[in-house]
């Protein structure tokens, strides 16, 4: 009798505090939005340049914007701790920068990108993937429902979008994923010449590892419509082609966020493409991708991860993010590479997954 009525005041309290926490859900893409009135209005560009606090007469001036509703935004946005509050020397409060504010200038493109109208409408067609009872890949993704075709081909079409599409991209390889890597296991590239860089987007990844390491070629290789528009950067080759086709011959290929989008029959495809590519005594794989580890102590990198798994639904009919027995068992089971290395990269959403062919 006791158990029963403890169990009913645990619940009793916990759907209490479910009568609050639901509005986290029902108002979820608030944050979204306000972070994304910050970058269009410049908030954080405007703080960064005046160099100290600023008041909200200050920074509604400078931005030429309504005091009363910015004071909102920006009371918004520091209970959130993306700005903070800071005694200016005229014993005023003014807004400063945070570590987040400042990210906002640098992955301005990445934030615009995920929160355009494209790709949110996709979102919104989440169950539409997975209606039927059906777990293959026939069914449509949710942006092909959304738009009539699948996101390559629409980004074929759609010149802005492609634009936008691989700017995102390339600002999350320069400030986000690249420096993190290039810190702690930059040794991974030691002794390559060549680096193909499979599904290289507009080359900002290739461009940054050969600045890295001087002595390394490298070879971007992506769509036509990709590489097309892509700028010349110095001992970086644009080569046009299908991955699912060939790749081109180097020392080693490199995947950033790439295989995540495949099916394992696809990937067995791209990785058998690759392993004609790289010289099999001394030639390897390295893909930089999420490793799913359920019992990852840090719930924000989890949490991460798991969103990106949904968010791969959302886009493709075949992608899906991996745990760390799916990666060795399609690396070394199904793509037949003798070994494979597993390296979590600290403090961040991707690990180092090396295959070697001896």
């Known amino acids: 009798m006791e158990e029963t009525i403890t169990k009913e005041s645990k619940w009793k309290k916990e759907e209490e505090e479910a009568k609050i926490q639901i509005y986290k859900y029902v108002f979820g893409f608030a944050e979204a939005a306000a972070i994304k009135c910050a970058i269009e209005l410049k908030i954080a560009d405007a703080i960064e340049s005046h160099g100290r606090p600023m008041t909200l007469s200050q920074l509604s001036t400078a931005l030429n914007c309504s005091p009363p509703l910015l004071f909102r935004i920006m009371r918004f946005l520091v209970h959130r701790r993306i700005f903070k509050e800071e005694t200016t020397a005229e014993n005023v409060i003014g807004y400063s920068q945070t570590p987040l504010s400042h990210l906002l200038i640098t992955v301005a493109p990445l934030l615009v990108l995920e929160n355009s109208p494209t790709i949110v409408e996709s979102w919104h067609n ?203 068992h399609l690396l070394i089971n199904k793509a037949g590479f003798s070994r494979c290395i597993i390296t979590p990269i600290p403090h961040a959403v991707p690990s180092i997954i090396q295959a070697f062919m001896s």
Do not use: Q
């Open 126 to 328: 989440l169950s539409a993937r997975l209606k039927n009872n059906d777990s293959t890949s026939d069914l449509l993704a949710p942006f092909e429902v959304a738009h009539g075709k699948g996101i390559w081909s629409y980004a074929a079409t759609n010149p802005e979008f492609n634009r936008m599409f691989n700017e995102g991209l390339g600002c999350n390889a320069r400030v986000i994923t690249l420096p993190t890597i290039l810190e702690s296991c930059g040794d991974i590239f030691n002794g390559i010449g060549s680096l193909v860089d499979v599904g290289g987007g507009n080359g900002t990844t290739l461009s940054i590892l050969v600045k890295a390491f001087p002595w390394m070629k490298g070879i971007n290789f992506d769509l036509p419509n990709v590489v097309s528009t892509s700028e010349e950067y110095n001992g970086v080759e644009h080569v046009a082609g299908n991955m699912l086709h060939f790749v081109p011959n180097a020392d080693a290929a490199f995947f950033m966020w790439i295989l995540h989008a495949w099916d394992d029959e696809d990937c067995i495809k791209i990785l058998k493409n690759c392993k004609e590519a790289i010289p099999e005594d001394r030639g390897k794989v390295i893909i930089i991708d999420s490793v799913i580890d359920e019992k990852e102590e840090n719930k924000m990198l989890s949490d991460i991860r798991l969103t990106l798994d949904i968010m791969m639904m959302t886009r493709s009919r075949k992608g899906r993010e991996r745990t760390h027995d799916e990666w060795t």
